[in-house]
């Protein structure tokens, strides 16, 4: 077999198939074994090299060959030792000295020397040749040395070794685990039936998740349904490839299908395949194949680990199927697998969702639940339920089974206050500190929110002021509601000072807040504030959204500092932020401005060709900026983009196209665009139309008012009329 490799092989340096035996000659054999030790006088690992001769001199045998092998430190010295051995009279190599030297040199990624002991140990025709290199290759693809490994499989074919057909599943497995490109494992599998190797599943089975890796789904069912023609019968893996490669795809109806298809076949699954299929229909949502699957599993004899009745269980509470979940948890128990508090938060979560606050009590109370996860976890059912009277009575019985915690007691607090209970609150408070508890950063962030909800704001800033004293830190959404509520009463200064903190503490503040605070600074034309407020606020982590731009470059054209718009943009590009309609509006803006033709006709286009439609103020302005300086042409391609979309140019702006391709000399351009306009139904203005007619000269229009001062009328049927009867 003496084919070329294709390109994707040869990029990963594998050398061409059957070509080993011609690059190396008689004359390669013959010096690579001399030994010159008049050149290896300066080598490091000569001392190393005499001392293990020594040691083999008297007493050189295949066994103690491969131990001192094993002693020597320098692959180098290992090799020079082997070629010393090979010129030893009444020593000859084994298989197993081949072997090791083979798999050193490749571990190393000596390819060249490798091939040449591979090329030498078949020449030897060393007896179990075949089972000696077999492990060789098992031990290269564990350690993802494929290139070796497939050196090593082409030298036993070309010495007429036929490897077995688990060893060439071993070489196809790991290349598609590795993610090889499909071509590279399709050519492998041909190279494989061409050496005579007869496919089996597994064989198959790489090849169904090859496909499916390369998004050939419809190849892949079709090679599915092919098996049999094979001689193969597909097994539990080719269902799991199946599943989870059509689940991933979303194509969850077809993934329950071949299910079905297994069923009928009476195909039994083992461990792994329940392991993963059943997590996975539990991810998309379908307990109801979650729960068969585990019903046959449990049938076949298996117990399932934890993660598996943990995953279930989460997935029939969300559902909800809380009286399934229940059964399992009882199964899981029986099992002698014991529960996590996890488990039994999914289930309260369960019974809350569903309103059934009761039978969660119960449910706890029934297991003797002393974990406070799951009892925290009804309490927080009962305030996001509105019904806070309970919620203090059940944490109240928390607290006198010992089972309550900080974390208890700031579920309650921070649910009155974002309901605005500040009163209630500090009644709880005073309790909670009667009850020996202390309050924690929770609670003084809970207080915070509470204050600004009823709109205390003073009040929440005392509270920060105290905070801040005792180097604490509040929680995101705190430090938020507190700014947010500074800025609305104008409290810009002190905002910026709960910014600052958060900044020297690291912590970001939600986008949607720092918004807020630098449109105030800019409504009030502080404008070298709301740019330090920016890099202040990056410099603490938090994400400056589009918003924040905007309003800050919105800001410097209206304060007439336009100039520095795209030193923002560029500064907008740096930090990866994405451009959206407002901020292209917003830079347009600037550009008309400052009279950039060139850069507001680049921004257009990008625009444009970003699938971002300009609002019809802002197109019929840059329109008129780019016809004012005879620059239209230059935009002609991306107005055609939005011409051939529906309300998106009105007859206005056609007549600005219009009227400007004309003074530009293009009137083949303004003909294609009358042309589109006529086939909407409209007519060009009278000032366009006369253009078109030749009526109006264009010595009469530079000579008159302003041409675009027209460009604002709508277009009057009797008006182009009337010019016509002239």
């Given at each position: 077999?003496?084919?070329?490799l ?8 594998i ?5 080993v ?5 008689s004359?390669?054999?013959?010096t690579?074994f001399?030994?010159?030790t008049?050149?290896d ?10 001392s293990k001769v020594v ?21 180098n010295?290992?090799?020079?030792i082997?070629k010393?051995?090979?010129l030893?009279k009444?020593f000859r190599h ?6 090791w ?7 190393a ?17 060393c007896s179990y040749?075949?089972?000696?290199l077999?492990?060789?290759?098992d031990?290269f693809v ?7 490994a497939l050196?090593v499989?082409e030298?036993?074919?070309?010495g007429n070794?036929k490897?077995?057909v688990i060893?060439y599943?071993?070489m196809l497995?790991s290349l ?12 492998f599998?041909k190279?494989m ?11 198959l089975?790489?090849?169904?998740e090859a496909?499916?890796?390369a998004n ?6 079709d090679?599915?349904?092919?098996m049999s023609m ?14 989870t490669?059509l ?6 109806d077809e993934?329950v ?5 297994m069923?009928?076949q009476?195909?039994i ?8 299929t059943?997590?996975?229909f539990?991810q998309?949502?379908r ?12 049938s076949?004899?298996?117990v ?11 997935c029939?509470c969300?559902n909800?199927?809380l009286d ?8 899981m128990?029986?099992?002698g697998?014991t529960?996590e508090a ?10 809350c969702k ?6 969660a009590?119960?449910?706890?109370d029934?297991?003797s639940i002393?974990e406070?996860d799951?009892?925290n976890a009804?309490l ?10 309970k919620a203090?009575?059940y ?18 607090i ?17 309790r ?5 508890y ?6 003084h962030s809970?207080l915070?929110?509470?204050q600004?909800?009823v ?9 920060f002021y105290?905070?801040r004293a005792?180097y604490w830190l ?8 507190l700014?947010e509520?500074?800025?609305h ?9 709960v910014?600052?903190y958060?900044s ?5 503040l939600?986008a ?12 009030s034309?502080k ?7 920016r ?5 603490s ?5 589009p ?8 800001g ?12 923002l943009?560029?500064?907008m590009?740096?930090e ?10 917003v ?21 444009v060709?970003?699938?971002s ?19 239209l042409?230059t935009?002609?391609?991306?107005i055609?983009?939005?011409?051939s979309?529906d ?9 600005i ?12 351009e303004?003909?294609r ?6 086939e909407?139904g409209w ?7 006369g253009?078109?007619i030749g009526?109006i ?10 041409i675009?001062d027209?460009f604002?009328l709508q ?5 182009i009329l ?5």
């Open positions: 077999m003496d084919a070329k294709p390109q994707f092989i040869i990029s990963k340096q050398f061409r198939w059957g070509s035996n011609k690059y190396i000659s004359y390669l054999c013959a690579h001399q030994i010159s008049e050149n006088q300066n080598q490091p690992y000569n001392i190393e090299f005499q040691l083999l001199k008297n007493e050189l045998y295949p066994d103690k060959l491969i131990r001192v092998l094993d002693s020597t430190n320098n692959l010295a290992a090799v020079k082997f010393w051995a090979s030893q009444r084994t298989a197993d000295t081949y072997s030297i083979i798999l050193k040199l490749g571990m990624g000596n390819i060249r020397e490798m091939d040449f002991f591979c090329n030498e140990m078949i020449k030897a025709k040749a075949e089972e000696a077999v492990p060789v290759i031990s564990r350690n993802h040395r494929l290139t070796e050196r499989l030298v036993m074919k070309l070794y490897p077995s060893t599943n071993v497995g598609v685990k590795e993610g090889s490109d499909f071509q590279s494992v399709l050519f599998y190279e039936v061409k050496a005579g190797i007869v496919p089996n599943i597994d064989t089975n790489h090849l169904l496909l499916f890796q050939r789904i419809i190849s892949a069912i090679q599915f349904r092919r094979k001689g193969c019968s597909p097994n539990s893996r080719t269902f799991e490839i199946l599943i490669s689940c991933a795809r979303n194509q969850v993934s299908s071949f299910l079905k298809e069923f009928e009476r195909c699954g083992d461990r792994r395949f329940y392991n993963i059943i997590p996975i539990c998309v949502s307990p109801d194949q979650a729960i068969r699957l585990f019903r046959m599993m449990r076949s004899g298996f399932p680990e934890t993660f598996v009745y943990r995953i279930l269980i989460q029939l969300e909800p199927e399934e979940a229940i059964k399992l948890l009882e199964d128990i029986e099992t697998l529960p996890d488990v039994y938060v999914d289930i309260v979560n369960g019974f569903v309103g059934q606050f009761s039978e009590r119960d449910f706890l029934d297991n002393s406070v799951p009892h009804l927080l059912g009962y305030c996001n339920a509105g019904n806070f009277f203090y009575k944490l109240q019985k928390m607290v006198e089974r010992n089972i309550a915690d900080s974390f208890s007691w700031s579920i309650l921070r649910r009155l206050c974002e309901n605005g209970g500040v009163r209630k609150t500090f009644e709880v408070l005073s909670m500190i009667i009850s020996s202390v309050p924690e950063c929770a609670i809970a915070v929110v509470g600004c909800k709109k205390k704001y003073e009040s929440a800033l005392e509270l105290w905070v005792k509040l929680d995101y959404d705190s430090y938020a509601e700014v509520g500074l800025c009463v104008a409290k810009l200064k002190e905002a910026t000072e910014l600052q958060m020297s503490s690291g912590c970001p939600r949607s807040s720092l918004n807020v605070l630098i449109e105030a600074f800019c409504s034309g404008m070298d504030e709301a740019i330090r407020l890099l202040l606020a990056f410099s982590g938090t994400v400056c959204s918003l924040a731009y905007t309003t800050i470059m919105h410097l054209c209206n304060t007439n500092n336009a100039k520095y718009v795209l030193v943009f560029s500064q590009l740096v990866g932020c994405a451009l959206d309609v407002e901020t292209y509006h830079l347009l803006n600037g550009m008309c401005m400052q009279n950039r033709t060139n850069d507001c006709a680049l921004l257009f286009g990008q625009m060709a970003n699938g439609e300009p609002n019809s103020k802002a197109l019929s302005k840059v329109l008129l900026f780019m016809a004012h300086h005879s620059q042409h935009i002609t391609h991306t055609e983009k939005l011409a979309k309300e998106v140019l009105h007859p206005a702006m056609y007549n196209v219009i009227n400007g391709l004309l003074n530009e000399g293009q009137k083949h303004a003909c665009f009358l042309d589109r306009m006529l909407k007519v060009p203005d009278a000032v366009t139309h253009l078109l009526t000269g264009k010595e009469e229009i530079d000579g008159g008012t302003d675009h027209n604002i277009d009057k049927v009797g008006n009337a010019e016509g009867l002239e």
